[in-house]
């Protein structure tokens, strides 16, 4: 059985809304698109930056200029109005985890999605907010997968994003000297222990670094410690789902993952590849 979990059905454009977005026929179109690629699981995951009740967790400037969606209506609107699982992505943000939680409680998810975007004030994956402006390589690849163990640790999500999202810009960002893989296995050691499922995204196909998150070598150790495997897109429109799933597949068959994971209400099963 394949999987996308963690697809938008918002754009990330500016001048979107709500009201375009979360509509039958646009959940539709996404529902077309994972057919043709024999994609049976399909759930959605919008950013927790879009709601409104993000703003109680968190103040940064992205967010206040994003958080205009009412989390309630979302939810209602994929239980009532989709066939699809209803997810988010919530960011780790250290020393929010109880105001994360509040956010997160109560209402019925299938799944949670947890993502490292920023480390402190600075971005990753946005220029807009760079975090190079203010840190060395160095210090963004050390502190992004501590930071990744964090989240991992925090007990707050179900799958663990894009794990090594820091590579984003390839060669369009300086690069920390030396193998980056040092900061692969403390990380990885706390995802094994915490128990998450492990994000393999297509994502980095459609960005300058061209690579599946996580690398090869991440994944295989995630694989040795016993993490369980999540396959999502993270489409933000409909021609991206299951976006590079042959690569993705043939990289999960080369490590040895012959099963992936499927979520309802919080509860993880393993449901062979197929
Ligand atoms: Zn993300
Ligand atoms: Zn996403």
Not at 42 to 70: C, M, T, Y
Not at 103 to 114: C, E, K, N, P, T
Not at 123 to 151: C, I, N
Not at 159 to 184: C, N, S, T
């Amino acid at each position: 059985m394949l999987t996308d979990y963690h697809v938008h059905l918002r754009r990330d454009a500016e001048g979107t809304s709500a009201a375009g977005a979360f509509t039958v026929a646009n959940a539709e179109r996404y529902r077309a698109a994972a057919s043709e690629h024999g994609i049976a699981e399909l759930g959605v995951s919008e950013h927790v930056h879009r709601f409104s009740a993000a703003l109680d967790v968190w103040d940064h400037p992205f967010w206040r200029a994003s958080a205009v969606d009412d989390l309630d209506a979302y939810c209602e609107f994929v239980r009532e109005r989709t066939d699809l699982r209803l997810g988010i992505e919530a960011d780790f943000v250290p020393g929010r985890e109880d105001r994360m939680a509040n956010l997160l409680d109560g209402r019925d998810w299938d799944y949670v999605i947890g993502s490292v975007h920023f480390i402190g004030d600075g971005a990753v994956d946005d220029p807009a907010y760079d975090v190079y402006r203010s840190l060395s390589p160095e210090q963004v690849w050390r502190r992004y997968f501590e930071t990744l163990a964090e989240a991992a640790r925090s007990g707050l999500f179900d799958v663990l994003a894009h794990p090594d999202l820091v590579k984003i810009w390839g060669g369009e960002r300086p690069r920390p000297e030396g193998d980056v893989r040092r900061w692969y296995e403390p990380a990885i050691e706390a995802i094994a222990e915490s128990g998450i499922a492990v994000e393999v995204s297509t994502a980095g196909l459609r960005k300058p670094v061209g690579e599946i998150y996580p690398s090869r070598a991440f994944l295989e150790l995630c694989v040795e410690a016993g993490c369980p495997i999540a396959l999502s897109s993270d489409a933000h429109a409909p021609e991206d789902v299951g976006h590079g799933y042959a690569a993705a597949l043939e990289l999960l068959a080369d490590v040895g993952v012959r099963e992936l994971c499927v979520f309802e209400r919080r509860a993880r099963r393993l449901e062979p590849i197929g």
